[in-house]
Structures are given as structure tokens and as C-alpha cells.
């Protein structure tokens, strides 16, 4: 299906408003999953979670599921997880161990790169004139390639490397990926469930959206702490945006931490405060496990403070399946682990106080979008356009003040350049909008 709407038609960055069609119709999506999620890198594992040769998880990218593997001589392959033959699903497991990967059906078995290595009778294949046992492995991801920890792919040969493709907000990551020398790692577990939203609503929400979080979360924050969510002190608060991605933040080191309700986890980060300015800077020490929420474009969100870090995975125009782990330093002492773990089980998941809140907003918002005069009423997304400053320390476009709807205008104008060029080279550059702007 395809859709008789221009996407850049749908985005009005000057003015602020938003098309809400971008939620509901079945043709921008499938259009979504031809130009972002068979273009743009996309999240697929920690390191951590395949250490060994063989060791694997499955992912998807866009609709495509793919298995992710570690190789005999160290690296990362990822491959399509559908058999080349009739096309059956290889690796039914979501994590674990292989030589190789038989198919399920006539036997093939493919190896840790995705190779074809075998299949029941194989001399009827090799006095088959025309069979090439070399084009018959699993397809590939374009590229692939890891950011301190991070693994990453995309399955567009032309796509830009990773370091191009997240620029200045490397500066940023590493405050989450490198505020310790031993690294980092995921818990064991992945946590996964449906949401019925498209997908753009949570990516919104946590790539700057920090003006919901004193109503929508405010009952929960009563129940939890005894006080509601006092609407923040807006000196020192910040928005961040390049490439479509973004950051919104307090300097309060452990705003968000604290919200956790374990004393061992603020106390482990007090602890490392002055260690982790001399190695990242007083600045970025002051943002390690503040009140912030980010987004890295397109459906990779993390929250630094609470340690959740997420995929928010389309499944459908109106359907999502959230997968969410918990992301913490390899050298935290395993009590503080263990409260990270408890904290996320009680925040941000499917009964979490916090995610309920969420994912109850972000579903109705999609069904109502579906109206059809409801979805003739396009949405604001002005706030705070005024309030862009050139800042000293701080890399990308920046915008002061926590409640701003900025960097969610620069997720949506990155989602319409990239829906509207056929391929990379017609992307518009960052740097060309901002000279624009
Ligand atoms: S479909 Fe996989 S071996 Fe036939
Ligand atoms: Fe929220």
C-alpha cells in the first residue's frame, strides 16, 4: 500500500504543527518501514549479551526479523532470521548458543555468518546444474557496527557510518556508555510487551517531552513518595537535538536516580560524582542520572536516571511491541545492580507505576488519531522554538528550558527528510536545515 500523502506536507517545523495522519495511515507506515527502518542504523544488542563465539539474540529491524551472532573471529554478524529455501523462521529462540542454525523444515543449516553449510541430501543439490551453494545464505545487514557497547546495523549499503550517522550525540551517550572505565552491560532479560500506539508516540515522548511527567505521573509520584511532581526550576534545564536525535535534561545529577526510591542507587552515584567529572567533565557528571529522557533516532529510548533502555519495535500503524533491559556500569556493586533491577520492575514496565501512565496516553492518543474529522485537527508542536542558544559546552542544537516541544520538532522534521528522499544522498543534511533555520 502506499500513501497519497507527502510527508513533508505533514510537518510544519516553522510554524509547529503536526499532521496527526503521520499516527494512523497504513501507507505512511509502510512507507516508515521502507525509508527509516530499511535505512537508518537501528539498535540490536548490548555486547554483553553475546560475549561467547555462537552466542546469540534475535531482533528486529522494521518488520524484519534478523538473528544477531557472535562470529569465531569476535565480531557481530546479523542476518535475516527466514530460511533462503521456502522461507520458514530458523532460530525460534529470542537468545542463546549455536554452532549452526537448522532450519526447522527441509533440514538447510546455515553458519554463525549466515552461510549456507549444509542440507539433507546434498548431491541431488550439486548435480543441479545452475545451484550456487554461495548465494544461497541468509541476507545480511549492510552494516554493522558497535558504539561503546552498543550494536548497531542497517541494511542500507549507501547509509552513513554510524559515527556519521550519531555525530555530536556520541558527547551525549557517553555519559551512559563511558562514566566508567569497566563499561557497561545489560541486565540477563529482556522485557517485552504489546502497547496498541504507533510507534512515534513513545520516540516523542522520551526524545523531549519532559512536560508531561508533573501531570501524567503526578498521582503515581504521590502514591510512591508522598508528594506530587513540583513543575521544575527551568534554569539549568536543557533540550538537545542533531541527526533527529535527542536529549532532554536537568544538571541535577541524580534526579531521576533518586526517583528509583533506593538510597544505594543515589548513594552509588554521589560516590562516583568526582571520578566520573575527571573523566567526562564537571558538566556531563551532572547529567549522569539526572531528570532526563532521551531519544536516538528513530526508536531507540532511554531513560539515564532510571537505567531503562528501549525499542520501540512497530508492529502495525496502531500496534507496538515494547522491548525494554536495563542498562548498568559492568563494575556497580551487585546490590546496586539488584536495585536498578527491583526499581525498573516497579517504574517502567508492564505494570510499572510509571510505564502504565505512559502507555495508557500514548494508546489513546493513537486511537483517537484515527478519527476521520478528528484527524483533520492538527497538533501543536511549537513550544519553546524561541528559546535556542548557542551554548558554550553543550554539542548540537540546544534549546533552554525542560518544557519544550524542540527536539520533538527536530525528531519529526528528521522522520519527514528521510520519508521523502529515495535514498541517502537526497537526505538533507543537518547542518543544511540548521543553516535554514
Ligand atoms: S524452508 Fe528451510 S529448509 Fe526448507
Ligand atoms: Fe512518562
Known amino acids: 500500500m502506499t500513501s497519497t500523502l507527502d510527508p513533508r506536507s505533514l510537518i510544519d517545523a516553522d510554524e509547529g504543527w503536526i499532521d496527526r495522519r503521520i499516527f494512523s495511515d497504513p501507507g505512511l507506515y509502510e512507507l516508515e518501514l521502507e525509508r527509516i527502518f530499511a535505512r537508518c542504523w537501528l539498535f540490536l544488542a548490548h555486547e554483553s549479551q553475546i560475549p561467547k563465539t555462537g552466542d546469540f ?59 549456507l553449510v549444509g542440507m539433507p541430501q546434498k548431491e541431488l543439490y550439486e548435480a543441479t546444474p545452475g545451484f550456487d551453494k554461495s548465494r544461497m545464505g541468509l541476507t545480511r545487514v549492510a552494516q554493522i557496527e558497535s558504539y561503546n557497547g552498543l550494536i548497531f546495523a542497517t541494511f542500507d549499503p549507501e547509509a552513513p557510518s554510524l559515527d556519521d550517522y550519531l555525530g555530536d550525540y556520541r558527547w551525549y551517550l ?28 513513545p520516540a516523542e515522548n522520551f526524545v523531549g517531552d519532559s512536560y508531561h511527567a508533573q501531570w501524567t505521573h503526578n498521582s503515581a509520584a504521590m502514591a510512591i513518595f508522598g508528594r506530587g511532581i513540583s513543575p521544575r526550576k527551568l534554569e539549568n534545564t536543557f533540550h538537545a537535538t542533531m541527526n533527529g536525535h535527542g536529549w532532554g535534561f536537568g544538571l541535577d545529577m541524580i534526579g531521576n536516580a533518586a526517583a528509583s526510591g533506593h538510597r544505594i542507587v543515589t548513594d552509588y552515584w554521589r560516590s562516583r560524582e568526582s571520578a566520573i567529572a575527571a573523566r567526562l567533565g564537571k558538566l556531563r557528571s551532572k547529567m549522569v542520572a539526572s531528570s532526563s529522557s532521551a531519544n536516538l533516532f528513530p526508536n531507540f529510548g532511554f ?20 522491548r525494554s533491559w536495563i542498562l548498568v556500569n559492568r563494575n556497580m556493586p551487585a546490590e546496586v545492580k539488584d536495585a536498578y533491577r527491583q526499581a525498573a520492575a516497579f517504574t517502567f514496565s508492564p505494570g510499572g507505576v ?3 501512565d505512559d502507555s495508557e496516553n500514548w494508546e489513546n492518543a493513537t486511537r483517537a488519531s484515527t478519527g476521520v474529522v478528528t484527524r483533520r485537527q492538527r497538533l501543536y508542536y511549537g513550544l519553546g522554538h524561541n528559546t535556542r542558544e548557542d551554548h558554550p559546552d ?44
Open 57 to 115: 539474540v534475535t531482533a528486529y529491524m522494521g518488520r524484519d526479523h534478523v538473528i544477531v551472532v557472535r562470529k569465531k573471529d569476535g565480531g557481530v554478524a546479523a542476518f535475516i532470521n527466514s530460511c533462503s529455501h521456502r522461507g520458514n523462521r530458523i532460530c525460534g529462540a529470542s537468545q542463546g548458543n549455536a554452532r549452526q542454525f537448522v532450519c526447522n523444515y527441509h533440514g538447510w543449516a546455515f553458519g554463525l555468518e549466515g552461510e
Open 354 to 356: 510509571f510505564e502504565m
Open 394 to 437: 553543550l554539542p548540537g542544537r540546544v534549546y533552554r528550558n525542560f518544557f519544550s516541544d524542540a527536539n520533538q520538532m527536530a525528531f519529526y522534521s528528521r522522520w519527514a527528510d528521510l520519508m521523502s528522499a529515495e535514498r541517502w544522498a537526497d537526505v538533507a543534511e543537518p547542518s543544511e536545515r540548521d543553516a535554514a533555520e
Open 174 to 201: 557517553d555519559i551512559v556508555l563511558d562514566n566508567d572505565e569497566g563499561g557497561t552491560e545489560f541486565l540477563d532479560g529482556c522485557i517485552k510487551y504489546d502497547v496498541a500506539c504507533n510507534w512515534k508516540l
Open 303 to 322: 531513560l539515564p536516571g532510571h537505567a531503562c533502555f528501549r525499542v520501540w519495535q512497530p508492529m502495525g500503524p496502531a500496534s507496538m511491541e515494547l
